[in-house]
Nanobody, 118 residues
Framework: QERVVESGGGLVQPGGSLRLSCATS????????MGWYRQAPGKQRDLVAA???????NYAASVKGRFTISRDNAKNTVSLQMNSLKPEDTAVYYC????????????WGQGTQVTVSS
């Protein structure tokens, strides 16, 4: 069964940086899409950034220019470098991996807390 596990969350001051990492297991072929989502208290889970196998990326408008998503297709891992963090970036961040081989799957991690506060 496909699994993803996030790491790297924590407490950081405004303007600081954090790097989130996501490891996978049980995935044979490189996921067609890997991404990061976040959910703040009382809000829905929203896309932060996503990246295809070919390296095409998509970012939420609120993080463009500050966050960078990258992936290692050989290891089926994905990372999110977060710079110039703001208090409004505070949320639980979730890793997602989806693909179609050998059967369709859509795997979520358990989430990692990111808190931006002075």
């Amino acid at each position: 069964q496909e699994r993803v596990v996030e790491s790297g969350g924590g407490l950081v001051q405004p303007g600081g940086s954090l790097r989130l990492s996501c490891a996978t297991s049980g995935i044979i072929f490189s996921p067609s899409l890997m991404g990061w989502y976040r959910q703040a208290p009382g809000k829905q889970r929203d896309l932060v950034a996503a990246i295809t196998t070919g390296g095409n990326t998509n970012y939420a408008a609120s993080v463009k220019g500050r966050f960078t998503i990258s992936r290692d297709n050989a290891k089926n891992t994905v990372s999110l470098q977060m710079n110039s963090l703001k208090p409004e970036d505070t949320a639980v961040y979730y890793c997602n991996a989806r693909g179609q081989l050998p059967a369709p799957y859509n795997a979520w991690g358990q989430g990692t807390q990111v808190t931006v506060s002075s």
